[in-house]
């Protein structure tokens, strides 16, 4: 079974410049999810999908982050414009189901490292 | 408020000895308990997880967790570690009435296993 893909592994941008991160997630999973973990803190949660609709985004900057998942399958996170504090790993997860029962585990992909100089 | 606490921000441990990493919840309903583990470059993997039973949970890679309800501690063991076991290792907490499934992960800890 082929895991949550995600690209690019590595960017670098200006600040005020924009970036975009992918993710593909586990064939079928409805769930989606995108973590922002900054360096020497636990993976914090941005934005949840239940198929192509957001259930939770209460912590998402929407002033600068935007995200999608059209059709209910992959994702875009968008940042525009960025700020140096954005530095950060950003990781996509995905499970089959909302919920924390043991069929729902989440599985994460290798994250995106952005640096914001 | 939420909060899940690991003490420990960086451990060291000789290969072959055992392991204990602290995790402590601060939660207003009853809670779900995960231990995730992230090598360098690699996305985070679950190690275990509690919901309900028997409180020592037996984990991948020899590792297992026990659930302490009066100390509100869910503490991470291996007998003994391998070069392997050098990563990071991230307690999360959800709550089990949460039918979205949001659990909030702890800051981590940093291990190193030395020869």
């Known amino acids: 079974e082929a895991g949550v893909a995600q690209s690019p592994r590595y960017k670098i941008i200006e600040k005020r410049q924009s970036v975009a991160f992918w993710c593909n997630p586990i064939?079928?999973?409805?769930?989606l999810y995108w973590y922002q973990q900054i360096l020497g803190q636990g993976p914090k949660l941005l934005i949840q999908f239940q198929n192509n609709g957001v259930v939770d985004d209460s912590q998402l900057p929407k002033d600068r982050f935007s995200a999608e998942r059209l059709k209910g399958v992959d994702s875009t996170l968008k940042i525009q414009p960025a700020k140096l504090e954005d530095s950060a790993v950003y990781l996509c997860a995905s499970s089959s189901g909302p919920g924390l029962e043991r069929y729902n585990e989440q599985f994460f992909g290798p994250g995106t490292r952005l640096t914001v100089l | 408020a939420q909060s899940v606490t690991q003490p420990d921000i960086h451990i060291t441990v000789s290969e072959g000895a055992s392991l204990e990493l602290r995790c402590n919840y601060s939660?207003?309903?009853?809670?779900?308990l995960f231990w995730y583990v992230q090598s360098p470059g690699q996305g985070l993997q679950l190690l275990l997880k509690?919901?309900?039973?028997?409180?020592l949970v037996q984990g991948i890679k020899g590792f297992e967790a026990e659930f302490k309800r009066s100390q509100s501690s869910f503490n991470l063991r291996k007998p003994s570690v391998h070069w392997s076991d050098a990563a990071e290792y991230f307690c999360?907490?959800?709550?089990?009435?949460?039918?979205?499934?949001?659990?909030?992960f702890g800051a981590g800890t940093q291990v190193v296993v030395t020869p």
């Open positions: 999360a907490v959800g709550r089990a009435t949460d039918s979205w499934g949001k659990f909030q």
């Open positions: 509690y919901f309900s039973g028997d409180t």
């Open positions: 064939s079928g999973h409805a769930t």
């Open positions: 939660y207003g309903a009853t809670p779900y």
